[in-house]
């Protein structure tokens, strides 16, 4: 502690891809022994510094100092060996391996021919664990292990390398929050050691809860740094995206009429349970819970992409059975996939062609594409939803996220759909276009639209839906009215009652 | 401590000029290597400026030039199909076969045709079915076809009634049939392709598959239609060969699915799916056709003539990739 040498010292950092900067002279010092936020809207540069530091990326100007000595840090070896670790938020890892072989991985000791001490590995990896204080069974592949137990296998990782500093980039995301605890609890003792961690999330309790000092980033800028104790949440807010954040506006209350969408027992074995729900029109429901509870199964369900085995589906009064999404489409259905690059866009094809795909009998009535029809069509869209593009037919892949997804709901909006299910429709968008979404879900529910929303951002749920159910494990534990939904009754019907074998204790 | 900059607005990279779009693509190092291999092989002998001699040597390769059209459109797909050669010489077999037995001939090319349909669709019901990569499924049947029609014509020619002969000699306005039907093959292929919702899908499928699927696109169908057309036209590209050649053998059309592979290869179809044009395989198998006449008629050994189209396939994979990673982020 006598010592006031930062760890690391960044100074004049930037970065930039092709013509985008997307870091302009960032500064910042990193102390021994504290636990530093990085806090900032999709794209303000937080994740850009985090992977610069881990190797990743290298800086376009800027100088790294660790210790006071310069350093380069060419890539992620060489950021292991100066004792930086990155711990990604889906940990990357060999699945087939066992938990004690990623551990000792990346680490070439010995020639390619070298044996394997196969018994001296397993000893340490245990030797490791314990000092986690985490129960995982080190011969184990990675593969059956909980994303909460992966995570443990990095940070063990870190530590076997000796880290001194360990940057994690959303760590808490897919985790419950007893897990989340666990991992609070060790990131505590390793800054008590004297590490240093890096913590990057947008979970402003977190934040509050664990970090010592946070700094902020805007578009590419550092905006500020600061102890956690000097700032309120409406100053980080503030910060953050620049410019007091608007209330989320509580939609006008849409008339509610008929039930559009009735499900009932829906099943799927191993997936989901006995699900049974509906949602009328003019009504916004959104669906929370936990990353992996089968929110997105029922919706993929629904839509016929991967159906439920029993149970039914009942469409505006009339029981159906859909078993591909072209059904679904005809029968006035729209789903906007969680995934959008692997299940949204047509990354090489034009803004036009990804805009009009699910409505080929608007742009060609006879089988032939009436390009004229077609642009006129995509012109609607990307004005009427404000779409931000050089021109229609550059590639989607081109645009920004936000910019990706609100074509993608431009093209469900052209088939008029009755029933819109939107699966984290705001993830990876800025602050600012998630505005923009929510007034048009609200807009969409209002002209009579039934919508079900599933998010995992709780004040998301809250600010838009009119009744809320609950996802957990594969089961329905909750539905809430909007007058006695808050983020605590919508958490403790998504937290897991029974404990999950494999959940690190 | 920091420099608080008001954040310029996040600029879009701009579109790319209208020109580079039509001009930097694939399919236009094709038609300049058309072009060169023209002027060299003009250099070679003066029959390179004698249209007529061009078109009799595209007689040779015209069968597989017409599968080859439809294999674009399934490697477009994000599939690919090893087996038509084998196809087309187990459905000559079975055609010649049931002619010699005494069944008439309407109804002995109505078996053979049937014959590579059946084939396409077991491709297929392999393919989308079982989900096996078409690949594998396609170098099995390639290998299971071939021995089926050695099984059936043993290692002797079966000839073909003299009427039957010569539909590579047939000119219409100077062009020779099978060339004519490349060429129309080629329009009306390339027709669907560029301009009707099922060739907008296919690219869409071989783009992204599962985005596919979530946009209403079926998917399974437009590839199960495509296995079937491959089958259909690879029996009609054996039967056209029986004709050229006037006798059938097992090993009709040997290594032709290299040939074929070469052409959409050199047209600037993207192995991976998801790009490529008619126009490009239709460029490349006149190109393929005078690159290899003009080695023969420069005397080039066979082996080194398929030594420079080896290196030929290699130079058009490794060129189509780098225009398409590029222009195309």
Same mark, same amino acid.
């Given at each position: 502690?006598?010592?006031?040498?930062?760890?690391?010292?960044?100074?004049?950092?930037?970065? %930039?891809?092709?013509?985008?900067?997307?870091?302009? #002279?960032?500064?910042?010092?990193?102390?021994?022994?504290?636990?530093?936020?990085?806090?900032?809207?999709?794209?303000?540069?937080?994740?850009?510094?985090?992977?610069?530091?881990?190797?990743?990326?290298?800086?376009?100007?800027?100088?790294?100092?660790?210790?006071?000595?310069?350093?380069?840090?060419?890539?992620?070896?060489?950021?292991?060996?100066?004792?930086?670790? *990155?711990?990604?938020?889906?940990?990357?890892?060999?699945?087939?391996?066992?938990?004690?072989?990623?551990?000792? *991985?990346?680490?070439? /000791?010995?020639?390619?021919?070298?044996?394997?001490?196969?018994?001296?590995?397993?000893?340490?990896?245990?030797?490791?664990?314990?000092?986690?204080?985490?129960?995982?069974?080190?011969?184990?592949?990675?593969?059956?292990?909980?994303?909460?137990?992966?995570?443990?296998?990095?940070?063990?990782?870190?530590?076997?390398?000796?880290?001194?500093?360990?940057?994690?980039?959303?760590?808490?995301?897919? *985790?419950?929050?007893?897990?989340?605890?666990?991992?609070?609890?060790?990131?505590?003792?390793? @800054?008590?050691?004297?590490?240093?961690?890096?913590?990057?999330? %947008?979970?402003?309790?977190?934040?509050?809860?664990?970090?010592?000092?946070?700094?902020?980033?805007?578009?590419?800028?550092?905006?500020?740094? /600061?102890?956690?104790?000097?700032?309120?949440?409406?100053?980080?807010?503030?910060?953050?995206?620049?410019?007091?954040?608007?209330?989320?506006? %509580?939609?006008?209350?849409?008339?509610?009429?008929?039930?559009?969408?009735?499900?009932?027992?829906?099943?799927?074995?191993?997936?989901? %349970? /006995?699900?049974?729900?509906?949602?009328?029109?003019?009504?916004?429901?959104?669906?929370?819970?936990?990353?992996?509870?089968?929110?997105?199964?029922?919706?993929?369900?629904?839509?016929?992409?991967?159906?439920?085995?029993?149970?039914?589906?009942?469409?505006?009064?009339?029981?159906?059975?859909?078993?591909?999404?072209?059904?679904?489409? /005809?029968?006035?259905?729209?789903?906007?996939?969680?995934?959008?690059?692997?299940?949204?866009?047509?990354?090489?094809?034009?803004?036009?062609?990804?805009?009009?795909?699910?409505?080929?009998?608007?742009?060609?009535?006879?089988?032939?594409?009436?390009?004229?029809?077609?642009?006129?069509?995509?012109?609607?869209?990307?004005?009427?939803?404000?779409?931000?593009?050089?021109?229609?037919?550059?590639?989607?892949?081109?645009?920004?996220?936000?910019?990706?997804?609100?074509?993608?709901?431009?093209?469900?909006?052209?088939? #008029?759909?009755?029933?819109?299910?939107?699966?984290?429709?705001?993830?990876?968008? #800025?602050?600012?276009?998630?505005?923009?979404?929510?007034?048009?879900?609200?807009?969409?529910?209002?002209?009579? @639209?039934?919508?079900?929303?599933?998010?995992?951002? *709780?004040?998301?749920?809250?600010?838009?839906?009119?009744?809320?159910?609950?996802?957990?494990?594969?089961?329905?534990?909750?539905?809430?009215?909007?007058?006695?939904?808050?983020?605590?009754?919508?958490?403790?019907?998504?937290?897991? @009652?029974?404990? @999950?074998?494999?959940?690190?204790? | 401590?920091?420099?608080?900059?008001?954040?310029?607005?996040?600029?879009?990279?701009?579109?790319?000029?209208?020109?580079?779009?039509?001009?930097?693509?694939?399919?236009?190092?094709?038609?300049?290597?058309?072009?060169?291999?023209?002027?060299?092989?003009?250099?070679?002998?003066?029959?390179? =400026?004698?249209?007529?001699?061009?078109?009799?040597?595209?007689?040779?390769?015209?069968?597989?030039?017409?599968?080859?059209?439809?294999?674009?459109?399934?490697?477009?797909?994000?599939?690919?199909?090893?087996?038509?050669?084998?196809?087309?010489? =187990?459905?000559?077999? &079975?055609? !010649?076969?049931?002619?010699?037995?005494?069944?008439?001939?309407?109804?002995?090319?109505?078996?053979?045709?049937?014959?590579?349909?059946?084939?396409?669709?077991?491709?297929?019901?392999?393919?989308?079915?079982?989900?096996?990569?078409?690949?594998?499924?396609?170098?099995?049947?390639?290998?299971?076809?071939?021995?089926?029609?050695?099984?059936?014509?043993?290692?002797?020619?079966?000839?073909?009634?003299?009427?039957?002969?010569?539909?590579?000699?047939? &000119?219409?306005?100077?062009?020779?049939?099978?060339?004519?039907?490349?060429?129309?093959?080629?329009?009306?292929?390339?027709?669907?392709?560029?301009?009707?919702?099922?060739?907008?899908?296919?690219?869409?499928?071989?783009?992204?598959?599962?985005?596919?699927?979530?946009?209403?696109?079926?998917?399974?169908?437009?590839?199960?239609?495509?296995?079937?057309?491959?089958?259909?036209?690879?029996?009609?590209?054996?039967?056209?060969?029986?004709?050229?050649?006037?006798?059938?053998?097992?090993?009709?059309?040997?290594?032709?699915?290299?040939?074929?592979?070469?052409?959409?290869?050199?047209?600037?179809?993207?192995?991976?799916?998801?790009?490529?044009?008619?126009?490009?395989?239709?460029?490349? !198998?006149?190109?393929?056709?005078?690159?290899?006449?003009?080695?023969?008629?420069?005397?080039?050994?066979?082996?080194?003539?398929?030594?420079?189209?080896?290196?030929?396939?290699?130079?058009?994979?490794?060129?189509?990739?780098?225009?398409?990673?590029?222009?195309?982020?």
């Amino acid at each position: 502690m006598t010592d006031t040498t930062p760890l690391i010292s960044a100074r004049g950092i930037s970065k %930039h891809f092709a013509a985008i900067e997307v870091l302009r #002279d960032v500064d910042l010092d990193l102390q021994r022994g504290e636990i530093h936020a990085l806090l900032g809207e999709n794209g303000a540069g937080k994740s850009t510094f985090a992977k610069i530091l881990a190797g990743v990326h290298r800086p376009s100007r800027g100088t790294l100092t660790l210790n006071g000595e310069p350093v380069e840090i060419l890539n992620p070896i060489v950021a292991q060996k100066l004792g930086i670790t *990155l711990i990604h938020q889906e940990p990357i890892s060999f699945p087939d391996l066992s938990v004690a072989e990623n551990l000792v *991985l990346g680490r070439g /000791d010995g020639g390619w021919f070298a044996r394997v001490p196969w018994a001296e590995m397993t000893r340490n990896a245990r030797a490791l664990m314990d000092l986690l204080g985490v129960r995982i069974d080190v011969t184990r592949p990675m593969r059956g292990l909980s994303i909460a137990d992966q995570q443990m296998v990095e940070i063990a990782r870190a530590l076997a390398s000796d880290s001194r500093l360990i940057i994690m980039d959303e760590p808490t995301a897919p *985790l419950t929050p007893k897990e989340v605890e666990t991992l609070f609890g060790i990131a505590r003792r390793l @800054r008590d050691e004297g590490r240093t961690i890096v913590f990057i999330s %947008h979970r402003l309790e977190e934040v509050r809860a664990l970090c010592d000092r946070v700094t902020i980033f805007r578009d590419g800028n550092k905006i500020a740094t /600061d102890t956690i104790g000097n700032l309120t949440d409406a100053d980080i807010i503030r910060l953050m995206i620049g410019r007091p954040l608007k209330e989320f506006r %509580h939609k006008a209350r849409a008339q509610i009429g008929d039930v559009a969408l009735k499900v009932e027992g829906l099943t799927l074995p191993g997936v989901f %349970h /006995d699900i049974s729900f509906e949602v009328r029109k003019g009504e916004i429901v959104g669906l929370g819970g936990l990353v992996g509870a089968g929110r997105t199964d029922v919706a993929r369900a629904i839509f016929g992409v991967a159906p439920a085995t029993s149970g039914t589906v009942t469409v505006a009064g009339k029981r159906v059975s859909i078993t591909e999404p072209a059904q679904a489409i /005809d029968l006035g259905l729209a789903f906007v996939p969680e995934d959008r690059a692997a299940a949204g866009i047509f990354r090489t094809l034009s803004v036009e062609e990804n805009i009009s795909a699910a409505v080929p009998k608007q742009v060609a009535p006879a089988g032939f594409i009436q390009r004229a029809v077609e642009k006129a069509l995509a012109q609607e869209s990307v004005r009427k939803l404000s779409i931000k593009l050089a021109s229609l037919r550059q590639p989607i892949g081109e645009l920004s996220g936000g910019n990706q997804q609100k074509a993608i709901l431009a093209r469900w909006l052209l088939t #008029d759909p009755s029933v819109l299910i939107l699966d984290e429709p705001t993830r990876g968008i #800025d602050i600012g276009v998630k505005a923009e979404f929510y007034d048009m879900i609200g807009d969409l529910a209002a002209s009579g @639209r039934a919508i079900l929303l599933i998010s995992s951002e *709780l004040p998301e749920l809250l600010a838009l839906c009119d009744r809320i159910l609950v996802m957990s494990e594969g089961r329905l534990t909750a539905d809430i009215a909007r007058a006695d939904a808050t983020q605590e009754t919508i958490m403790s019907a998504a937290v897991p @009652r029974t404990a @999950r074998a494999g959940v690190a204790a | 401590m920091s420099a608080i900059q008001t954040p310029a607005a996040r600029e879009l990279p701009p579109a790319r000029p209208r020109w580079q779009v039509i001009v930097i693509r694939p399919e236009t190092m094709t038609l300049v290597l058309l072009i060169l291999a023209l002027f060299g092989a003009s250099l070679l002998s003066p029959y390179f =400026l004698d249209v007529g001699y061009i078109l009799r040597s595209f007689t040779l390769s015209a069968e597989f030039a017409i599968v080859a059209l439809v294999l674009t459109m399934v490697i477009i797909a994000g599939e690919i199909d090893l087996s038509p050669a084998a196809n087309m010489a =187990l459905s000559a077999c &079975l055609f !010649a076969f049931a002619q010699q037995a005494g069944v008439p001939m309407p109804l002995a090319i109505a078996i053979g045709l049937f014959a590579g349909l059946v084939m396409g669709a077991i491709n297929g019901f392999m393919v989308i079915r079982l989900q096996i990569p078409s690949i594998i499924v396609t170098i099995g049947t390639l290998t299971l076809y071939r021995g089926l029609a050695q099984v059936i014509a043993g290692d002797k020619s079966i000839r073909v009634p003299d009427w039957f002969i010569g539909i590579n000699t047939v &000119l219409i306005a100077g062009i020779p049939l099978t060339v004519l039907i490349f060429i129309v093959m080629s329009v009306i292929l390339g027709v669907v392709l560029s301009m009707t919702i099922f060739g907008r899908q296919i690219y869409q499928i071989g783009t992204n598959e599962v985005a596919a699927r979530h946009a209403g696109i079926r998917s399974q169908r437009i590839k199960m239609s495509l296995f079937l057309l491959m089958g259909l036209v690879s029996a009609v590209a054996g039967l056209m060969t029986a004709s050229r050649l006037g006798s059938v053998r097992y090993d009709l059309g040997l290594g032709g699915e290299l040939q074929m592979v070469l052409m959409a290869m050199l047209g600037g179809t993207y192995i991976f799916g998801g790009r490529g044009t008619i126009l490009g395989t239709f460029l490349a !198998a006149w190109l393929l056709v005078i690159v290899s006449t003009g080695m023969t008629v420069a005397n080039v050994l066979p082996a080194v003539q398929l030594v420079v189209l080896g290196v030929l396939l290699i130079v058009s994979i490794i060129a189509t990739n780098f225009i398409y990673s590029r222009t195309q982020r």
